[in-house]
């Protein structure tokens, strides 16, 4: 398990080295930064004083280990909008966006399951025809467009709860519905599937041969082994809500990494964008990482193949 986990661990590290680089790179390949500070008119005098100042004038490289250097340190350098530690106002936002993130997660997790469960043990019936409709309607709306419908709805019309904010809970209602409605297809198809797969077995055969009440049979044998995938999901989808809350949390003004990273393109705060791409990712790898371990101390198949 230890080789296993170490393995994993230096791929983990390339892949974050990897996205470093990237995230140094796009933003530098969006056209010259010292020039979009500078804006419109700027003389070559003002625009050279920028790029002196803030070591744009230094080739690529040495800006990228002296970025990588600064990082590693916790020095994510000064936002060039907010006029402010950029590492201060990150983790000043990121409380908000694991909020929604967590509130979505679990949101998918009670619905998939349960109805993923209910397909399975009716596939074929309108019951397993009706649930996969809802699975494609949740895959098909937009976020941005479900999002809207909520506050028209629940915000604007019925008045349950705030359209915009981080005042309390209540606040994250609506985001989290959203997000979390978003990603419960693909939970609930691989609950669906891992069910079907886990009623046919031998054992589960057995169990109902040995006269197992038919509720311990499906929770305790069958979803048991259904729900190992799922695991490696949870985190990958954890990841990609991280990722994927910009235009949610644009939407409802929550002030959350997604919105910070919407503002900073909108303002050219490159430092801010930069730092937010690079967290993002990172945490999307330590994420996968944590469920390629769990994953391997469930089936030790993993750990052998």
Sequence with gaps: MLIYILKRLGLALIVALT???????LLR??????????????????????????????????QYFAWLWDVARGDFGQSFFFRTDVAGLIFGKIGNTLILGGASLAIALALSIPLGVL???????????????????????????????LIMIFAIRLRWFPASGTDGWRNFVLPAVTLGYYITPPFMRLVRAGMIDALNTD?????????????RVVFKHALRNALVPV???????????????????????????????????SYRDFPVLQAV??????????????????????????RAA
Excluded: C, H
Aim: aromatic share 8%.
């Design 19 to 25: 996205v470093s680089v990237i995230a140094f790179a």
């Design 29 to 62: 390949a969006s056209g010259d930064i010292a020039t979009a500070l500078a804006g419109e008119g700027a003389t070559p005098e003002s625009i050279a004083v920028i790029r002196q100042t803030y070591g744009l004038d230094r080739p690529v490289v040495v």
């Design 119 to 149: 397909a399975a043990i009716y596939s074929g019936s309108m019951i397993d025809r009706a649930v996969t409709m809802f699975s494609l309607l949740g895959q098909a709306l937009p976020s941005f467009f479900l999002g809207l419908a």
């Design 203 to 215: 054992y589960v055969r057995t169990a109902r041969a040995k006269g197992l009440p038919a509720r």
């Design 231 to 265: 695991v490696g999901l949870v985190a990958v989808q954890l990841g990609l809500l991280m990722g994927g809350s910009v235009v949610v949390e644009s939407i409802f003004a929550l002030d959350g990494l997604g919105y910070l990273a919407y503002q900073s393109i």
């Design 277 to 302: 791409v690079l967290l993002l990712s990172l945490a999307y790898v330590v994420l996968t990482l944590l469920s390629d371990i769990i994953n391997a101390w469930l089936d030790p198949r993993l």
